[in-house]
Every structure is written in C-alpha cells, then in structure tokens.
C-alpha cells in the first residue's frame, strides 16, 4: 500500500518533538548547520537538472541557500527566519593581497576576522582575534554590539507571517546563542582554554558580556517572532571527536550557568522549542542539556565517540529530540556507494525513529566534494523509510 502524509510540516515537526509518532519523520536542509556548501548545491543543482541563482547564506562556512525546488524535491518540511546586522554596522567582505594570494576578508561586528584565500574558497578561517592581549579591564571597555539594536529585526516578522500565513512549513530561526564559542574567537582556541583553566575571572567577565549580548538580542528578536517561529536554534560545540573540548567539571563552573541562564531567557519570551548545537562526543554533556532546558540536539555525530544511534536512543530518547544523525557524513556521505548511503539511513531511522523524538537531516552540512547522487539518496532514503506505521 502506498505510503500517505496526513499531517502538515507543521503539525509533522512539533508532533515529532513532542514524543509522538507523527505520518512521517520530519526531514531538515537549509540552515545553518544543517545546510549545504555552495560548491555542492551547484552540484546538485546541475544533477537535479533545476536552475537556480546560487545564494549565500553564510559566507563563513560557504553555504548556499536552497531554493524552494530543492526543497520540495527532498521532502523538506522546515523553512528559516532570521535577523541581519544593524544599519549602524558595514560589513562586507574585503580583498586583499597577502604573501602572493588574494584573501577574501570579512570583520565581523565583533571586531573578528574571517578569511579564506581566493584560489580554494571552501571556508572561512579566523585570522584576527581582537581580545587575544586583552586583560580582565579590556573586556569591561571593548566595543561590544547591542544585541537588542531594533534595526536587527526589521522585516523579520513580515517574512514570519508570510510563511505562517501562505505555507505549512515549520519556521525555524537561524542559529544564535554562541555564548562559549565567542570566547575562543576573540581570544583564540589555545589560548581560550588555557584561560578556562588558568584565568577563570576573565572567562567569567567574557562568558557574562556574550550572555547581555544574547539576552538582547532575544529579547528583541522574539518581540517580533516569538508568536510565530516553532523552534529556537543556539548552540556551542562543547565536544570533539574523542569526548568533551575541556572538562565537564568547568563546563558545570564556568559556562553551564550563563547557557541555563539564557536558556531560561528565550523560553520567558517564547513557546517555541530549544535546539542545541554541538558537534563531537557530547553524550556526557546530554544531561546537563537537559537540565538547561534543551529539547532538540544537534547535529548528532554518530561518528564520534559514545555517539551509537541506538544507544542515545536507549539512554536519553524519552527526553531529548534528536535531529540529525541520518548518516556519517566523515565516512559514508563522501565516499559509498548511493545504496550503502540508503541502508545506513535506514538504520539510522530505525534507531532514531521509534517513539517519535526524531527529525531527520545530515550530520552538520553538506560539504563540496559529496557526490549529488549521494545528496538524492541521503533524502530519498529518508522519505522512504520515515514512515510510521
């Protein structure tokens, strides 16, 4: 017998992260960390045989936003609002000539730089941390931006409203919240966590700044979306391929306060569910997630280790969604066969999908190299087997 939807996207998603067994498992591509590299969308675009002008939606990781073909085509069931720089600030990307090599440049209203060298164009790199000499009464000086600027938000909830008004999709926010993150990109990584170790005040006054940052921001952009977007996207990755970036115990001291903090924060403004970013073995870290007020979890690296599909299922799926974990995108995205992609998504999907609490997607972003059949089957499989019974 054929398979049938029943429900909208809408009522498919928020039903999927409410625990219950929707028509289908919701599918998800276009965001930020659940997107697709330029370079492979144009691929994909020429595969798939649709014309589109190839956009892009983050210059920093070279994504592309997919059109409204694309998405149809894979079954997409969510769509994206999100807010802009304030008039007052300039971006733009720069070109400037260094060591023989022509550098893409862009400083962000952070005063951080983001450079990719013309002759590859993959990513974006920071090559310029502002606060890396900085002591403890630098921070309290530093030109930080006012997240709660209202000239961020115009026009997002017109964009909002017409997607609740004249589609079924559920609206997700583009993500936010990068409390812990923006440390090491203002300082840099090693020293960053030689500050979490050596020079708690300064990680504390850092952490504190980035926590007024986003409760401005929030509190501004969800004045305008909070009665309208389905679900919340913040995130910091809090783990690498082995286990935790730097100790749980520091996390609990240190960063977990200011993200609980924050947490709290956008769930006063809003009904909307909290999704939480972090790449890497971060099962240890999934209870304190919890504890925070996170109910989705991306992106679910089932490569990583103590990341087994039926194993997080098994320990944490009665109270956390997962979206995400359709494949291993290090291994098997890139390189099988389109069949061998089908039966891992597949076994995924009867991990991951019992009891609801599941939307599909890649593991974190399409990356240039992934073959467009590949793409196909990735999505395909995932429609065809996200059936409930």
């Excluded at 970013?277 to 109910?295: R, Y």
Aim: hydrophobic content about 40%; proline content about 5%.
């Amino acid at each position: 017998m054929a398979k049938r939807q029943t429900l909208t996207s809408r009522e498919r998603l928020l039903e999927a992260v409410r625990h219950g067994n929707p028509d289908r498992v919701p599918i998800d591509l276009g965001g930020f960390q659940t997107g697709i590299h330029k370079r492979a969308y144009s691929d994909l675009l020429e595969y798939l045989g649709i014309e589109d002008d190839v956009t892009t939606l983050d210059p920093v990781q070279q994504l592309a936003k997919p059109c409204e073909a694309v998405l149809e085509r894979f079954h997409v069931d969510t769509r994206y609002v999100v807010a802009h720089g304030p008039d007052g600030f300039k971006g733009g990307i720069e070109h400037n000539e260094r060591n023989g090599r022509l550098w893409h440049d862009l400083k962000d209203e952070f005063g951080i730089i983001w450079s990719m060298p013309d002759d590859q164009q993959l990513y974006m790199d920071i090559s310029h941390h502002p606060l890396a000499e900085a002591t403890i009464d630098d921070i309290a000086v530093y030109p930080f931006p006012e997240g709660n600027d209202p000239t961020r938000f115009t026009g997002v909830r017109q964009h909002a409203l017409k997607l609740r008004n004249e589609t079924d999709y559920a609206i997700c926010t583009g993500i936010g919240g990068v409390i812990y993150e923006f440390g090491w990109y203002l300082r840099g990584l090693e020293q960053w966590f030689m500050d979490l170790v050596q020079n708690r005040d300064f990680c504390e006054a850092l952490l504190d700044r980035m926590l007024s940052y986003w409760q401005g921001f929030y509190t501004g952009f969800l004045a305008e979306v909070g009665d309208l977007v389905d679900v919340v996207m913040i995130g910091d990755d809090l783990a690498g391929q082995q286990g935790p970036l730097f100790s749980p115990h520091t996390y609990r001291a240190i960063v977990k306060p200011r993200q609980k903090a924050l947490v709290q924060h956008i769930k006063s403004l809003t009904s909307a569910r909290i999704w939480y970013h972090t790449c890497g073995s971060c099962a240890v870290c999934i209870p304190d997630l919890i504890d925070n007020g996170v109910e989705i979890l991306n992106p679910v690296q089932i490569s990583a280790r103590n990341m087994v599909p039926i194993e997080l299922k098994r320990r944490f799926g009665d109270r956390i969604t997962f979206w995400g974990g359709g494949i291993d995108a290090q291994h098997v995205l890139p390189f099988a066969k389109p069949e061998e992609v089908c039966q891992q998504v597949r076994s995924n999907m009867d991990a991951f999908k019992p009891g609801g609490g599941y939307v599909f997607t890649n593991v974190h972003n399409i990356q240039h190299g992934v073959p467009p059949e590949n793409v196909v089957a990735l999505f395909d499989a995932a429609y065809e087997f996200g059936f409930y019974d």
